[in-house]
Every structure is written in structure tokens, then in C-alpha cells.
């Protein structure tokens, strides 16, 4: 059984929580389930601190990373599973144009062209970020009945972001190389 990072740390579920609750939870319980406080304990009792502790560095590693927040949220959901993954066909087909542009610069280098693709790629990025931010910032707010919905326009933004990254990673590529 998994345990709820936001339930441990009293916290709603949020994309955007206040980090500041985060960090104040994370020492609290870092200083509660500090396995040297707890020495003389029965084997028993310091195993299960040392569980505590560790669960306490998972769930303050996960909720303070905006990415890593956002799919493990997914994840409990089971939205990010395989064979889940499909996009709009119109998104792909950009990125697959992005992809056959990045493939002709292996052959024929031209910064023109990574700028181009840089610039779209950022365009894509802006348009992403604007679309999902209002969702993200609201979402805690919805109605249960409500948040299916904005779980999968997230989910759809979290899979748009992971293909823009990877294009940019082989765009970072071409810059070196220059």
C-alpha cells in the first residue's frame, strides 16, 4: 500500500501547494522520525521510524518538485500508465515535423534552422504553460465530481511538456556542437 504524500503531511492535494507548508512539515517530521532520537527504542519502534523517516525524505523529495508533484498526482490516478498515453493528433504531427527538422539537422547543420525549431518549440511551450496554469492553480478548489476533467487536461499537458523537453534536449545537442 502506497502511502499519500499529502495525507502524511496534512496537506491538500494540490499542484501548487504552499511550499513553505511543505518545508515546515518536512522538519517537523524529520525531527519526530530522527532514528538517533529514538536509540533505545524496541528493534521494532526504530524500524518503523526508520520507515517514517524514509517515507518523510520521499514525500518532501516529491511534493517540492513541481514535476515530480505533478506525476506522482497523475500517477495516483493511474493516468500515467502505458498504453494511456495518446495525444491529439494535431500536437503530434507538430512535434513530428519538429522531430524530421532536428533529423535533416544531423546531416546539414544550420542555426538558422535550430533557431526556427528553438522558437517554436517555445511557442508551444508558452501556449502549453498558459493553457494549464488557470487548471493547475484552481484545481484544488474543484469539486470531486469536477476533477477528472482537469486531471486529464493536466495529464495531456504533463505528455505535450515530456515530448517538448525531449525535443529541446536534442536542440541543446546542435547548440553544443556549434
Known amino acids: 500500500m502506497t502511502t499519500d504524500y499529502f495525507e502524511f503531511y496534512h496537506l491538500p492535494e494540490s499542484f501548487r501547494p504552499n511550499e513553505a507548508d511543505i518545508k515546515r512539515q518536512y522538519y517537523a517530521l524529520s525531527r519526530e522520525y530522527h532514528p538517533d532520537f529514538h536509540a533505545t527504542a524496541p528493534p521494532e519502534r526504530q524500524q518503523e521510524i526508520l520507515r517514517l523517516a524514509t517515507l518523510n525524505t520521499n514525500a518532501y523529495r516529491t511534493l517540492s518538485d513541481p514535476d515530480a508533484r505533478m506525476a506522482y498526482i497523475l500517477g495516483c490516478y493511474g493516468l500515467l500508465e502505458e498504453g ?95
Not at 136 to 165: C, F, N, S
Open 84 to 178: 494511456k498515453q495518446e495525444l491529439p493528433p494535431d500536437f503530434l504531427m507538430e512535434v513530428m515535423e519538429l522531430n524530421e527538422q532536428l533529423m535533416e539537422l544531423e546531416f546539414d547543420p544550420d542555426q538558422a534552422v535550430v533557431a526556427r525549431v528553438e522558437n517554436e518549440v517555445n511557442e508551444l511551450s508558452d501556449t502549453l504553460e498558459a493553457g494549464i496554469e488557470p487548471v493547475l492553480v484552481g484545481y484544488e478548489q474543484l469539486p470531486t465530481d469536477t476533477r477528472p476533467q482537469a486531471l486529464q487536461q493536466i495529464r495531456t499537458y504533463y505528455l505535450k511538456r515530456r515530448y517538448l523537453l525531449r525535443i529541446r534536449e536534442s536542440l541543446a545537442k546542435f547548440a553544443t556542437r556549434s
